[in-house]
């Protein structure tokens, strides 16, 4: 089974950033559109960010626009989020998971999904 694991979360500053990964074992990556979800306590879960299995195309949540790029490493099977300008509002914890293009060009969570990585961002 297609198994995901997330690293690079911690605790970083308000205006600062971090780099998240998600290592891929026992799929064919590229066929996979791939994506991070995020949920704080008490919040409902909240897409982030997903990119096409290519890596051509790319999507966010309004919030993380200009600050947050998700890429991807085929070669590698792992997919990034590098997280800018950070802020306390970004706390939660981030779920890497496999995707797929609907209709319309949005990306929709599927099968798939890390363990999830904890960031915390003080003020």
């Known amino acids: 089974q297609v198994q995901l694991v997330e690293s690079g979360g911690g605790l970083g500053q308000a205006g600062g950033s971090l780099r998240l990964s998600c290592a891929a074992a026992?799929?064919?990556?590229?066929?996979?559109?791939m994506g991070w979800v995020r949920q704080a306590p008490g919040k409902v879960r909240e897409f982030v960010a997903g990119?096409?299995?290519?890596?051509?195309?790319?999507y966010y949540a309004d919030p993380v626009k200009g600050r947050f790029t998700i890429s991807r490493d085929n070669a590698k099977n792992t997919v990034y989020l590098q997280m800018n300008s950070l802020k306390p509002e970004n706390t939660a914890v981030y779920y890497c998971?496999?995707?797929?293009?609907?209709?319309?060009?949005?990306?929709?969570?599927?099968?798939?999904w890390g363990q999830g990585t904890q960031v915390t961002v003080s003020s």
């Open positions: 990119i096409s299995g290519s890596g051509g195309s790319t």
């Open positions: 026992g799929c064919t990556f590229s066929s996979y559109a």
């Open positions: 998971n496999t995707g797929a293009i609907a209709y319309g060009g949005t990306y929709r969570p599927e099968n798939y």
